[in-house]
């Protein structure tokens, strides 16, 4: 078993231009989710093992590590360990393991390189989120040296960036962020704050930058609304180098890495992405880190989340690879879209056979193999079924989960307990100061998010019943200070808004935190 301890390995902690006095936000990041990575992969045509075999996970970049602990938790057959080399961003993490009980996690406060001489174990999965286009060549180099070294034949890789093209006309946006903000003796939130009014001032005098481009005003109006920490990490570092895909691609190629699809899960099929007229000229690319640098230039990309495996073995029939994949809805109040967007393609869930498929889908009852075959799509063709899946699956109300889930009515009189320590203990350390809050599922096999008051009930479910839970709540609420109760947002009478919040929360959010074990009857 691992041990639970926060290892330091007190080797030089190099200078650095990425920002280390503001802790970054306290986020999950589904796409760094071992079996969203797992199933993208199969998606793709790649073999993989079954997740609820033992494997191994490390998150490079960790932050306050929320990922690292809600999927260990979810995971108890993993072995995760996060690296940041921002000590505050370790004590955090380590501080929620702690306190939740996991032994199947070990933070590391180091930097990449010297992680890399701690002669560090294998990995199966690896994440990098937020880290490869903030950071200078010779760190991206130390990125890719460490992947080389650890991550085992048939691991996969998942990695988000900044991109070009799509970056290119907002990069003065960070330009005058450091113009105005580098050079002052102040932390970087107060920085941030000073470039942003700064820029706001600039587009609100009619700068020509600003009128000549409107993404970047409206990148602008996204920026002012963001958590400021989100925005110093973003804009206040040292380095600022969106990257080309056909540079990544290649310098991970040179590892034995191959691209292996997107964690988009729509964009995994051409049709949403990029228009017929393309065609040929996507069919004529070299290889396929051209035909995807093709895509990636059409589309103007400013972000991508891509997935790299080392060494993958492609199946004989691809189809195949994902119908033993449970699935199940995410929906948080039950209410299924009646239009999917997929992006170039819009798809009328009303139409055809899709309320059926999308019935079965959301039920967390079927494997994608099962619903081709069952009962009720008999006169459908499999295949049709199998393309209807996918495209329920890229609407994103629906994903692979890890177990089966168990129906039954909830019991209106039931006193309720969280079923998972980490859960909460993310919400008695961040809600009131986030906002929001997640909440971990062994049966989903990820982490759902839930607003302020929903996060709110559902800690106060802790050795509760519902009705009990919403006094504690409407007691709770009259001690809080003027800038949370800001965040509840409530309209009118404050009971009253309390408890009209809280029918919605018993008739949509309680069946699914009890359908997914997030809350169970005591």
């Keep these: 078993m691992i041990m639970n301890v926060a290892v330091n390995l007190e080797l030089e902690q190099p200078q650095s231009e990425y920002v280390l006095d503001a802790p970054y936000t306290w986020s999950y990041f589904e796409y760094q989710n071992p ?6 992969a199969r998606l793709n045509g790649y073999q993989m093992p ?16 929320v990922s690292v602990n809600l999927l260990a938790s979810a995971f108890p057959q993993g072995h995760f360990y996060g690296i940041d080399f921002n000590r505050e961003h370790i004590e955090n993490a380590q501080r929620i393991a702690d306190k939740s009980g996991l032994t199947n996690v070990t933070f590391i406060d180091a930097s990449f390189e010297d992680y890399e001489k701690s002669d560090p174990p294998k990995f199966d999965y690896i994440a990098m989120h937020g880290i490869y286009s903030w950071v200078s060549e010779e760190i991206r180099e130390q990125c890719r040296r460490l992947v080389d070294l650890t991550l085992k034949p048939g691991g996969l890789v998942y990695l988000c960036y900044n991109t070009q093209p799509g970056w290119s006309e907002l990069i003065p946006l960070w330009k005058m962020m450091q113009a105005y903000s580098a050079h002052l003796p102040v932390d970087s939130l107060t920085k941030a704050r000073i470039g942003l009014e700064n820029l706001a001032l600039l587009r609100d005098q009619g700068a020509q930058y600003f009128r000549e481009t409107p993404a970047a005003s ?4 996204r920026l002012l609304e963001r958590n400021p920490h989100y925005v110093a990490h973003e804009f206040c570092n040292g380095v600022f180098e969106p990257q080309y895909f056909a540079d990544v691609a290649s310098d ?17 099929n051409l049709d949403n992405t990029v228009s017929s007229r393309f065609r040929d000229h996507l069919e004529a690319a070299a290889n396929p880190i051209d035909h995807e640098s093709r895509v990636s230039f059409i589309r103007n990309e400013f972000f991508r989340r891509d997935l790299y495996v080392r060494d993958g073995i492609k199946a004989q029939d691809p189809a195949a690879l994902i119908d033993d994949i449970l699935i199940g809805s995410n929906v948080t109040d039950g209410k299924l879209n009646e239009e999917l967007d997929l992006g170039r393609r819009k798809i009328d869930m009303s139409r055809s056979f899709m309320p059926v498929v999308q019935r079965l889908a959301a039920s967390g009852e079927y494997t994608i193999g099962e619903i081709m075959g069952h009962q009720d799509l008999k006169d459908h063709n499999s295949e049709d079924i199998r393309e ?5 699956l890229g609407g994103y109300q629906v994903q692979p989960i890890a177990e089966k889930v168990s129906t039954g009515e909830l019991e209106p009189n039931a006193t309720w307990k969280l079923n998972k320590a980490v859960n909460r203990v993310l919400m008695e350390e961040r809600l009131l100061a986030e906002g929001k ?3 971990e599922s062994a049966v989903l096999g990820g982490a759902l998010r839930l607003n302020f008051i929903n996060g709110l009930l559902t800690l106060a479910l ?3 019943t519902l009705a009990e839970a919403i006094g504690h709540v409407k007691s709770s609420v009259r001690e809080f200070d003027p800038a949370t109760l800001e965040r509840l947002a ?7 808004w309390i408890d009209a919040r809280a029918r919605q929360f018993r008739k949509y959010k309680l069946p699914v935190l009890a359908r997914y074990e997030i809350v169970c009857p005591v």
Excluded: Q, W
């Design 35 to 40: 079996l969203l990575m797992s199933f993208v």
């Design 50 to 65: 079954p997740i609820s075999e033992a494997f191994t996970y490390c998150d490079l970049g960790c932050g306050n590590g």
């Design 218 to 221: 409206r990148y602008l109006d």
């Design 252 to 268: 991970f190629a040179a590892f034995g890495l191959d691209y292996a699809g997107t964690m988009k899960v729509h964009r995994n």
């Design 388 to 392: 209807a899946l996918i495209d329920v």
């Design 437 to 439: 809050t997640y909440v």
């Design 462 to 464: 802790e050795g509760r």
């Design 490 to 496: 409530p309209t009118g009478d404050l009971d009253e």
